[in-house]
């Protein structure tokens, strides 16, 4: 059974709009520190964005800073992901990771710290 399920991907233009969605299983896992990750074809998996669950910590990539934002809605045990403004280097496949471990800030956007990862969503920005 897989405990974090990504969906929101699909293709934009250029400057558009989206809003990515982990759901996370309560039974399976609670998490302490959740991340949205991306990699395109060729290039590093990266982090976009890395979030404790609690909120007190969060975490940008240089790239995104400004333009994304994660948030989560407790009682539906979900992180989210908007992203505004966005270009064609944003395209990628978006992935959800999730640890129930408490971390400090500089390693929520180191991906080899995740033991849980969802499937990825695709996201297309073309022009």
């Known amino acids: 059974q897989v405990p974090l399920v990504e969906s929101g991907g699909g293709l934009v233009k250029p400057g558009d709009s989206l809003r990515l969605s982990c759901a996370v299983s309560?039974?399976?896992?609670?998490?302490?520190?959740m991340g949205w990750f991306r990699q395109a074809p060729g290039k590093e998996r990266e982090c976009v964005a890395a979030?404790?669950?609690?909120?007190?910590?969060?975490y940008y990539g240089e790239n995104v800073k400004g333009r994304f934002t994660i948030s989560r809605v407790e009682a539906r045990n979900t992180l989210y992901l908007q992203m505004q403004h966005l270009n064609p280097q944003d395209t990628a496949i978006y992935s959800c990771?999730?640890?129930?471990?408490?971390?400090?800030?500089?390693?929520?956007?180191?991906?080899?710290?995740?033991?849980?990862w969802g499937q990825g969503t695709q996201v297309t920005v073309s022009s």
């Open positions: 979030f404790t669950w609690s909120g007190r910590n969060s």
């Open positions: 990771a999730a640890d129930p471990r408490n971390w400090i800030l500089t390693a929520l956007s180191s991906a080899h710290n995740y033991d849980y």
């Open positions: 309560g039974r399976t896992l609670r998490p302490g520190v």
